[in-house]
């Protein structure tokens, strides 16, 4: 189970901080990830952390996003930065499933965030 | 930037229909595809992966099948629980979401 939080309402040029605590399961053997709704551009991948600490960003989003871990609570966190409305959307994490590729299987509850 | 196109974007069923998504790439793929569905207010729910691997505890009334560039997801028997939209995703090195099919009664 995945539970999130962090601030949901922000102002143009501040950073979006959230956080996603991971309950059971094996924290260790999977990496995180960030994905993000909105209504304009659907789903979109923030990025991913493994439990080393090795990221992988969406290029879209590279120079603004941050993604960090913290081995010992069982929890990771997304750092977006120099916000616009444009990344007002629904904010997810998700444990990532080697499936062949990179799948979701298990998702938070969901964050809305607004950028007004 | 390889782009994912979904069909159609939305339709209307009925209980008991057997309903198709189809989904294309714009480049080669291999069978990288994964199927997930969302109902509003809630996060999406990984249904096929490998583009024809049922995930555990999914009914087997989906099914997901490739032809070339082409992937499909069928629901034989739409069941109420089925209403919602469904993705597709590109799950190698992308990571891109479909735009998403709507399906309601």
């Known amino acids: 189970q995945l539970q999130q939080w962090g601030a949901g309402l922000l102002k143009p040029s501040e950073t979006l901080s959230l956080t996603c605590a991971v309950f059971g399961g094996s924290f260790s053997d999977h990496s995180w990830s960030w994905i993000r709704q909105s209504p304009g551009k659907g789903l979109e991948w923030i990025g991913e952390i493994t439990f080393a600490g090795k990221t992988k960003y969406n290029p879209s989003l590279n120079d603004r996003v941050t993604l960090s871990i913290d081995t010992s609570k069982g929890q990771f966190s997304l750092s977006l930065a120099s916000l616009t409305a444009a990344d007002t959307a629904v904010y997810y994490c998700a444990s990532v499933w080697d499936c062949g590729g990179d799948c979701y299987e298990h998702w938070g509850q969901g964050t809305p965030v607004s950028v007004s | ?105």
Do not use: E
């Not at chain 2, 809630?42 to 989906?62: C, D």
């Open chain 2, 1 to 105: 930037d390889i782009q994912m196109t979904q069909s159609p974007s939305s339709l209307s069923a009925s209980i008991g229909d057997k309903v198709t998504i189809t989904c294309r790439a714009s480049r080669d793929i291999s069978s990288y595809l994964s199927w997930y569905h969302q109902r509003p207010g809630t996060a999406p729910r990984l249904l096929i992966y490998a583009a024809s691997s049922l995930q555990s505890g999914v009914p087997s009334r989906f099914s997901g099948d490739k032809s070339g560039a082409q992937f499909t997801l069928i629901i034989r028997g739409l069941q109420a629980d089925d209403f919602g939209t469904y993705f597709c995703q590109h799950s190698d090195n992308d990571r891109v979401f479909g735009p998403g099919t709507r399906v309601d009664i």
